[in-house]
């Protein structure tokens, strides 16, 4: 089963917006059993859309497109559908209504210009957002699917997980069964030198990579008859690249980490220098964090650092603020001040400037304090500021978690 994947916009066209929602689509497709195609990105007019659903109804049994849905006049997704296939609009008071309900919750009144999203085809299937006022769409035709997907991540992802896959994975002429592996510490190509000789041995099964800045997913597919193979293959794979592996492709590490601090029934508190408050935010994103999470320093400074924290003079004098003695202090007096039962410190050079001889860019010390027991783990990032504190806050999680599976006691 072939799938096409068409992203509609002028801001992902010209990179201002990376297609991000694609990837991760084309993960969970790969993943029933699917195959995705082609991918296109075309920009907001009419023609262009006509062109690329042209290009993917050639190629595949399912045509996804994204974005266009929304209610300003260059959204234009739903006219280059219905003159691809020569559709009517028509309005549709039930979506309308849907619509203004969306804005009553908020307390504010409907604008003018949405109504625009309340059209549809006369033959297509109108798929809900619950999350947005754009509603998605299905239109069957030739033997053949067209979705359409609103782009905002929070409305596409849920809608397709309800709408799409389920449609895919029915009209899949063999049934798959798929696992998957969520690596963290280990670039891709590493992870693959590690594991080509399994690609050998199970040659039955479908191994696919999928890459982020902090994180290696591997999607691993079988036909239903070689299921019994997947157990062989995960203690193969788990074998080389345990240590790596923090959960399936889906889990969230830092959800992971909050229900691992909740079993654990402790609690932690963090200090940040170049991540800005990244970790703390990133753990404060789980729902029920308010269990385990009593408070985050922001001690960008080296004054903070020893105002807040009361870490020594000495040690920055003599250290630095981006050192192994630094970040020790700042994990173990953070447990002082605050009683937590693990702390966290994050002290690094996001760049481009701060660098030294001795310190490049990238360098990063993390601390983590849980009992009595430090660790100071001494970290060596490359890339953009971004691409730096990204690493620092997800390499930091990824360490916590190890941590936090050999605590038996503290």
Known sequence: MNVAILAIGNEVLCGKIVDTNGAVISREIEGIGAQVVHREVVSDQVEAIVSGLR????????????????????????????????????????IYEGITGYFAHTGRETPENNKRQAYQFPTSFVLENPNGTAPGLRLDKGGKTVFLLPGPPNELLPMF??????????????????????????????????????????????????????FVDYVVTAKQSDARMLDVFEA???????????????????????????????????????????????????????????????????????????????????DGAVSEACAKEMAVQLQRLTDAHVTVSITGIAGPGGKTKEKPVGTVYIGIAIGAQVQVYACRFSGSRDRIRTRSKDHALHLLYKLLNKVTDI
């Open 55 to 94: 290009h993917a109804y050639e190629y595949a049994d399912f045509v996804i497109t994204i974005g266009g849905l929304g209610p300003t006049l260059d959204d234009l997704t739903r006219e280059g559908v219905a003159q691809f296939f020569n559709e009517a609009l028509v309005y549709d008071p039930k």
């Open 161 to 214: 997980e309800k709408e799409v896959l389920p449609v895919i994975k029915e009209r899949l002429e063999v049934p798959m069964v798929t696992r998957s592996y969520k690596l963290c510490g280990i670039g891709e190509s590493l992870a693959e030198e590690k594991i080509l000789h399994l690609y050998e041995t199970y040659p039955m099964l479908n191994i696919a990579p999928y890459c982020s800045i902090s």
């Open 236 to 318: 193969a794979f788990l074998d080389v690249l345990g240590e790596y592996w923090v959960g399936a492709a889906r889990d969230e590490l830092n959800v992971t980490v909050v229900e691992k601090l909740k079993e654990l029934n402790m609690t932690i508190a963090v200090a940040e220098s170049c991540t800005g408050g990244m970790l703390a935010s990133s753990l404060i994103e789980v729902a029920g964090v308010s269990e385990v999470f009593l408070e985050g320093f922001i001690t960008y400074s080296n004054e903070a650092k020893m105002a807040r924290l009361g870490v020594k003079h000495d040690t920055l004098m003599r």
